[in-house]
């Protein structure tokens, strides 16, 4: 199984930096993801690491250290269209299924303040 | 074109009724996922379809019923549902199912009364 820890909400203002957090503990450990989702809207994918290092898309970027069992999405140049939900997800093998499977955090809630 | 589509948006049903949730995508991924969300709180797993087969059933009661009839689309039948399985239940593809990358669909948002 899996345990994915993230904060439940963060506040930031418009143009800063945002750091969201993520630690987890799985086994058989194949990636871990980034979603948005903006409230009554379906999850939209934001990043993917599954080797140790950072990850930069645009204005997001997201770090992974597979020893510490840690994640990090980075969000620059904040927008008021930012303020959502970031969900953290683990991707493991299920035991005795062939198949991934992800798990998701509970979500960080992002407020976004002029 | 990278679209999921769910039908219906909303459902509204009694315990007695039987209803069918219909997911598609023409991206010709070969993975396909039911997930439920209740309101704040993040997406479970409930099953995983992998070449067509059922790969994983995460312990969802049997009034759930998967139904993959081909590559394109994913059915979720419900049956004799109770007030606690209302939620938002969202479709996602991936290529394969080694994939990293799924695409959610809108989702069906269902209440049972």
């Known amino acids: 199984g899996q345990n994915i820890d993230q904060p439940t909400e963060m506040t930031a203002t418009e143009g800063a930096i945002v750091q969201i957090n993520c630690t987890y503990q799985t086994s058989g450990f194949n990636g871990l993801f980034w979603y948005q989702q903006h409230a009554g809207e379906a999850p939209t994918f934001l990043s993917y690491n599954v080797l140790d290092g950072l990850e930069e898309k645009g204005r997001f970027s997201s770090f992974l250290s597979r020893s510490k069992g840690y994640s990090y999405l980075l969000l620059k140049e904040l927008q008021m269209k930012d303020s959502a939900s970031y969900l953290c997800a683990v991707r493991d093998l299920a035991s005795g299924a062939g198949s991934y499977q992800l798990t998701f955090g509970k979500g960080t809630k992002l407020s976004v303040i002029p | 074109d990278t679209e999921v589509t769910q039908t219906p948006k909303h459902l509204v049903m009694g315990m007695t009724n039987k209803k069918s949730l219909k997911c598609e995508q023409h991206?010709?991924?070969?993975?396909m996922y039911w997930y439920k969300q209740k309101a704040k709180k993040p997406p479970e797993l409930m099953f995983v379809?992998?070449?067509?087969?059922?790969?994983i059933n995460e312990s969802v009661p049997s009034r759930f019923s998967p139904e993959c009839p081909n590559s394109s689309l994913l059915n979720l039948h419900l049956h004799a549902l109770q007030p606690e399985d209302s939620a938002l239940y969202l479709c996602?593809?991936?290529?394969?199912?080694?994939?990293?990358?799924?695409?959610f669909g809108p989702g069906t948002r269902l209440t049972v009364t």
């Open positions: 991206m010709g991924h070969r993975a």
């Open positions: 379809y992998s070449y067509e087969k059922l790969s």
């Open positions: 996602a593809s991936g290529g394969t199912p080694d994939a990293y990358e799924q695409y």
